[in-house]
């Protein structure tokens, strides 16, 4: 089994609408992340969490908000999605170190 | 502003040749380093990483070389394969990685048969 797993993988959606990806990993790391990736801009970082009752924004955090819902869980959420929101979004997940393990990726299209 | 800097976008390769990714880093605080490798449809995999202790790291046909006085590391893989075909990022980190990554927008590889 993945140890980490991103549902759904791929999702339309209309603008204006609400949206929420959903994370979850069995590596039993306290770090999450969630990443989008757009062509040529390789991975920007949306937000983090370093444990379940810490978040924090990354470089593109407008229009986005996150809920940690337990070690396990991270989720990414798209209050009103807009079309410059089409990307491949990942969740991650680390140890302290810093190595991350990184989910298979959500296609997202916003039309 | 890009602290961690991929100048090439692609690079084509011969297979049984060496390939060279090159990293450029501006963050002084950074002290490791990790290459990832992602093919299309699938998540971004740890490939290699170095510690600013040290100025090369191996593993296997990969070889991470990193020189700080130029804030520059380079990624070496021979000899280079069909399936080393890949897009490659660059990733730094402060307080021995403890600190968040930070990315560069990758370098995509191809080789040849």
């Known amino acids: 089994d993945a140890d980490v797993t991103q549902t759904p993988r791929n999702r339309i959606t209309k603008t204006g609408k609400r949206i929420m990806l959903e994370c979850s990993q069995t590596?039993?790391?306290?770090?999450m992340y969630w990443y989008r990736q757009d062509p040529g801009l390789g991975l920007q970082l949306i937000y983090y969490?370093?444990?379940?009752?810490?978040?924090n924004k990354g470089e593109i955090s407008d229009g986005y908000s996150v809920s940690r819902q337990a070690q396990a869980k991270f989720s990414l959420s798209l209050e009103s999605a807009i079309p410059n929101q089409t990307a491949l979004y990942f969740c991650?997940?680390?140890?302290?170190?810093?190595?991350?393990?990184f989910g298979p990726g959500t296609r997202l299209t916003v039309t | 502003d890009q602290q961690v800097k991929q100048n090439s976008p692609s690079l084509s390769v011969q297979e049984g040749r060496i390939s060279i990714l090159n990293c450029d880093y501006t963050?002084?605080?950074?002290?490791?380093f990790l290459w990832y490798k992602k093919y299309p449809a699938e998540g971004p995999t740890f490939l290699i990483s170095?510690?600013?202790?040290?100025d090369k790291n191996e593993d296997g046909r990969f070889t991470v070389f990193l020189n700080k006085s130029a804030k520059h590391l380079s990624l070496h893989i021979v000899p280079s394969q069909p399936g080393d075909s890949a897009v490659y990022f660059c990733?730094?980190?402060?307080?021995?990685?403890?600190?968040?990554?930070?990315f560069g927008k990758g370098t995509k590889l191809t080789v040849n048969p």
């Open positions: 991650a997940t680390s140890d302290p170190r810093g190595e991350q393990y």
């Open positions: 590596k039993g790391h306290d770090r």
């Open positions: 969490s370093f444990d379940v009752k810490d978040i």
């Open positions: 963050n002084s605080m950074f002290d490791y």
């Open positions: 170095i510690s600013s202790i040290k």
């Open positions: 990733a730094a980190s402060a307080q021995g990685g403890s600190e968040k990554l930070v």
